[in-house]
């Protein structure tokens, strides 16, 4: 079964910091990996995903994640943290199974942003 | 991409009752996922439901406890039956598309079983 690991359940950055959240996969085929945000009390929303097209993936909000076949890493990066970015980030894979390619998600990763 | 819709959007529920809850696109997909978010924690496949045939089950989830329709291609409905306060949690609906399987979700119903 393909999975993500999401390293780090809770994140602090300040104001114009990086951000980086950290993903590794385990896939014994090449993965299709995924990036969602979920601000509070809402639903999920799809940040960037991998297509195998390119390794460094832009998505919206300035945000970007870079493939890594070798350490098997999908991270989340982003060069200067915004307050609205404070949010759960959840990695996903997606799974052909008998449920079709549903996702697995990782346990998420809580960004705080300071001032 | 896709727009996605439920209702309702929250609820308060006495154990022991069911509740039903829709999930409306605004566009013809074949696949529908139906996830629970429990508080606090990642979120979890429950079934997918496909029109025109029975929903498949992850392991861990009754069709009998969650009972799922799928009339056609744009609702679903995912009931949750006789509750208790172990089934408080965020459902969500989310369907596939656009191209490379990535899913949209919908803005979830928070459900609390009292």
């Known amino acids: 079964a393909q999975s993500v690991t999401q390293l780090g359940s809770h994140v602090s950055v300040s104001e114009g910091a990086l951000v980086l959240l950290r993903c590794n996969y385990s896939s014994s085929v090449p993965p299709y990996l995924f990036w969602y945000v979920q601000y509070p009390n809402q639903g999920l929303q799809l940040l960037l995903k991998y297509t195998s097209a390119a390794t460094l993936v832009k998505g919206i909000n300035g945000f970007e994640a870079e493939f890594k076949k070798s350490e098997t890493s999908f991270h989340l990066t982003k060069p200067s943290a915004h307050m609205s970015d404070a949010a759960e980030y959840f990695c996903a894979v997606s799974e052909n199974s008998n449920s079709g390619y549903a996702l697995n998600f990782g346990k998420g990763t809580s960004l705080l942003v300071t001032p | 991409s896709a727009v996605i819709s439920q209702k309702p959007s929250r609820d308060i529920c006495q154990r022991g009752t069911s509740l039903t809850i829709q999930c409306q696109v605004d566009s013809q997909v074949t696949m529908m996922f139906w996830y629970r978010q429990q508080p606090g924690q990642s979120l979890t496949l429950i079934a997918t439901a496909n029109q025109g045939s029975e929903a498949t089950y992850e392991s861990g989830f009754v069709i009998d406890k969650f009972p799922i329709s799928r009339p056609n291609l744009t609702f679903s409905t995912l009931t949750v039956s006789n509750m208790s306060p172990e089934d408080s949690s965020i459902y969500l609906c989310?369907?596939?598309?656009?191209?490379?399987?990535?899913?949209?979700f919908g803005p979830g119903t928070r459900l609390t079983v009292t």
């Open positions: 989310s369907v596939r598309a656009g191209g490379l399987y990535e899913q949209y």
